[in-house]
Each structure stands twice: as C-alpha cells, then as structure tokens.
C-alpha cells in the first residue's frame, strides 16, 4: 500500500517526469538491444501478468526475502549512517502537511535521509540569494528558511541531501536566450516533447549559476549536494539541438567537466557531490545525453544510478520484458555500474534509485521489496526510493521503532 505524504504538487513544483520517452536515449550500441518508445513495450499490469512473463521468458526468479539486512535507524544529529536509505521529497511536500508523513517513516522505519528539492524546473523552493536567481525570477519561498528547515531535518536524526535539478530549466532558457539550448528552426529555447526547456550544459555561466545554488544549499547544511539532469536533453526534436559554440570537445567532457568544477567548490564545504545517472549508461557508454561513467565517477562521492526496471528496452539484459524483472535487473544493472565506477575511483559509494511508482504496469510492493534485495546483495548499503508525488509503499519498509 503506498501511502501518500502529502498533497499532489501544482505548478512548476509538480515532477514532471523523471522517464522521459527512451527513443533518443538508445543509440547504436543498443539498437542490439531494441528500439522502443517510454509508452512503448508490453503494456501489462498486476502480479498475475507479471508471472506470465517471467514463465514465458523461462528463468527463474530469485527469491525475495526481506529488504535489507540490520536495522540503521536515523543517525544522530543528521550524521552521515552507515547505510543511507533516503526517500525523495519533492518541494510541494517539503513545507507543508506532507512532511510529517515522511518525517514519521524516518522515525519508525529503516529510512534515515530525505532528498530534497533545492532547485527543479529551474525554480529554487527557497529565497535564494543568487544574483542571477533573483534577476530571473527563479526564487521561491516554499520553503521560508532553508537552513532553520535543514536543522529541523538533523534534530530529528535525518541525514539531509539536497536534490539540485541542473540543465533541464524551465526559467534560466526563457530569461537568458544566451544560456539555452536552442531550436535551430526557430531560433528561440529547445524544448523537449513535454515543453520543457533546457540550459546549454557548454555555458560556463550556465554551470557557475547552478553551483552557486549549490553552494547555498551546502551552506545551509545539507550534507551532501545531488545533481540531477546533469547531461543533456534526450526528448524531443533533436535535430534542431543548437548549442552554438560549444566550449567542450564532447558532450561527456562538458558533463564530467562541471562535476569537477562543482566538486572543486563543494569540497571545501565539507559536502560530499553525488549524480543522478540513467539506468541505461551501465550498459552502454554512450547513450547520446554526455553520462559516462568513467568521465563523471572520479568526480563524484556517490553516484546515485537510476536502475528503475520499466525504463529499460525490451531485450536489456536479456529480459524481453525488464518491467517484471525488478531483481534482476537492479542485480545486473549495479554490477555493471560498481565495474565501471570503482576501475575510475575505488571508494566511490554507489546509491541506486529505485522504483516505487508505477509506469508500464502495477509496482506492488514485491516489486519494491525485490529491488531492495536486488541491491543488497549486490553488496551496497544504501538505496532511494523515487516516487514524483511522495507516496511510498510504507509496508516493504523495515520497522525499527516499536
């Protein structure tokens, strides 16, 4: 049972996705593998044509046990845990009734950290004091006081991570023509299927603003800084993409090249940096949006890789249908992303994404539970729940008060 934590979010504060359609996310490499659409694939739902499948594919599942293995709690003083299992807390839920909901499964339950939004579709949820923020328009009070919020989360023994959405922005484009990227045909902002715009990740300016929110945040208190859509667009008419003159060789150099920039400046800070990446980057370098593994990892403390199954292609992993193999594929998928990024930094911590939302069918909470395990035993500690309206599956989270 998923159980909601708060109202649905309106305006810019509403997540919009985090499944883009997967068309131009799939290149060469894994045309092998197939060509779908997001909305494409098997479309079933419920346990029952869950177990269809995977009769059909002829494995066998992997048992599913409990989720995790020994009880964290909270950490004192929002210290860092030995496992982190955080839950995502969007803005429209991070000042307001919801947060409570979340605050009490962070007291009663294995969950000791909340990611929050700090900036998403190009608004902050707190006043910031960025020049260029304020100039644009960007700022919000959703919530009042970021750094008394921050301190409220640490009473209560939450390790606090704030989530900074980068590129994907639907305010810096519109204000500042010269930061986005451009449709060729019309000469004003890309967007993507969805209307979404998008600042040019070759802008230095466009990198500067992002961490100077950053730097705010850290200076609140959060512990560590999440980058989300750190890469480049992969929706949309992407053969009117114009970036002008690009200032990095490649895509990828642009990417690893702000991390080591933001790293830079967030390390003094004594903040750790961590990065959201597709799911689909474990299997191939060079899924066409500048996420390479190898390029990002040794700028990175945590890479945080988004291994939600109904996003990979059928034939990933050799599963027709990835969707109703959540084992599985979180079981492949960090094995692949734990090669690639420990070969660049041995010490990295790898925190997946998991997915507790449905999209091509029904996620019940086996499902939740299966990745939990899947991740487990591939050896890491911690894991994050995604769900874009904070409604979690309460029931696959382990007790550990009372």
Not at 67 to 82: D, L, Q, S, V
Not at 184 to 197: D, K
Not at 296 to 320: I, T
Not at 339 to 363: C, H, M
Request: charged share 25%; net charge negative.
């Amino acid at each position: 049972m998923r159980v909601s934590t708060g109202p649905t979010g309106e305006g810019p504060y509403r997540r919009r996705r985090r499944f883009a359609p997967l068309p131009m996310m799939l290149t060469a490499a894994l045309l092998a593998v197939a060509l779908v659409s997001g909305c494409g694939g098997d479309q079933d739902s419920g346990q029952g044509a869950r177990e269809e499948a995977r009769a059909a594919q002829g494995g066998q599942e992997k048992p599913r046990g409990a989720t995790t293995g020994g009880e964290t709690g909270m950490a004192e003083g929002g210290e860092k845990p030995e496992a982190v299992k955080a839950l995502y807390v969007p803005g429209f839920v991070a000042e307001g009734e919801g947060l409570d909901g979340v605050l009490r499964l962070a007291e009663e339950t294995e969950v000791n950290a909340l990611v929050v939004d700090v900036k998403d579709a190009g608004v902050t949820t707190y006043p910031s004091e960025v020049p260029l923020a304020q100039e644009i328009g960007a700022t919000s009070d959703r919530i009042p006081d970021l750094a008394a919020f921050v301190r409220g989360l640490k009473e209560k023994g939450v390790y606090p991570i704030a989530r900074l959405a980068v590129f994907q922005d639907d305010v810096l484009p519109h204000a500042r023509p010269d930061l986005a990227a451009i449709d060729a045909t019309t000469g004003e902002p890309w967007l993507t299927y969805q209307g979404a715009a998008w600042a040019n990740p070759y802008r230095e300016e466009a990198q500067r603003y992002n961490v100077e929110i950053a730097k705010e945040a850290a200076a609140a208190g959060f512990e560590e800084v999440q980058f989300d859509y750190v890469r480049f667009p992969s929706d949309g008419e992407m053969v009117n993409l114009a970036y002008g003159e690009e200032t990095a060789p490649t895509q990828e150099d642009a990417i690893a090249g702000f991390l080591e920039y933001a790293h830079g400046e967030l390390e003094p800070m004594g903040v750790e940096v961590s990065a959201d990446v597709f799911g689909l980057v474990g299997m191939n370098d060079y899924v066409g949006v500048g996420q390479v593994v190898s390029k990002m990892a040794p700028h990175l403390d945590v890479l945080c890789p988004m291994v939600y199954p109904s996003h990979y292609p059928p034939g990933a992993y050799g599963y027709d249908n990835p969707d109703v193999y959540p084992y599985e594929i979180v079981d492949l998928a960090m094995a692949d992303f734990g090669t690639k990024a420990r070969a660049v930094n041995p010490g990295i911590e790898i925190r997946p994404w998991l997915q507790d939302f449905d999209y091509l069918s029904e996620y019940e909470p086996a499902d939740v539970e299966a990745q939990m395990k899947a991740t487990e035993e591939a050896g890491l500690k911690g894991w994050i729940l995604w769900n874009a309206n904070a409604e979690y599956t309460t029931e696959v989270l382990k007790k550990v008060n009372g």
